[in-house]
């Protein structure tokens, strides 16, 4: 996995666009063979369910 950031910068409420625009960068990077940004923003809403002890450091168990 090279990426585990968020979709993009909308959220509910906050009246941004749906757009995938920081899934799309990761997945273009990827394509084009380029280092994928390691600065990535923790995705916000439902998360993944983390096995104990398997979880990233930023979700503070």
């Given at each position: 996995?090279?990426?585990r950031?968020?979709?993009?910068?909308?959220?509910?409420?906050?009246?941004?666009?749906?757009?995938?625009?920081?899934?799309?960068?990761a997945?273009?990077?990827?394509?084009?063979?380029?280092?994928?940004?390691?600065?990535?923003?923790p995705?916000?809403?439902?998360?993944?369910?983390?096995?104990?002890?398997?979880?990233?450091?930023?979700?503070?168990?």
């Amino acid at each position: 996995m090279v990426y585990r950031g968020q979709f993009d910068d909308s959220r509910p409420g906050n009246d941004v666009p749906i757009t995938g625009k920081d899934l799309k960068a990761a997945i273009e990077d990827v394509l084009r063979d380029r280092n994928v940004d390691t600065q990535q923003k923790p995705s916000i809403g439902c998360n993944i369910k983390w096995k104990e002890g398997n979880e990233p450091p930023y979700f503070g168990v």
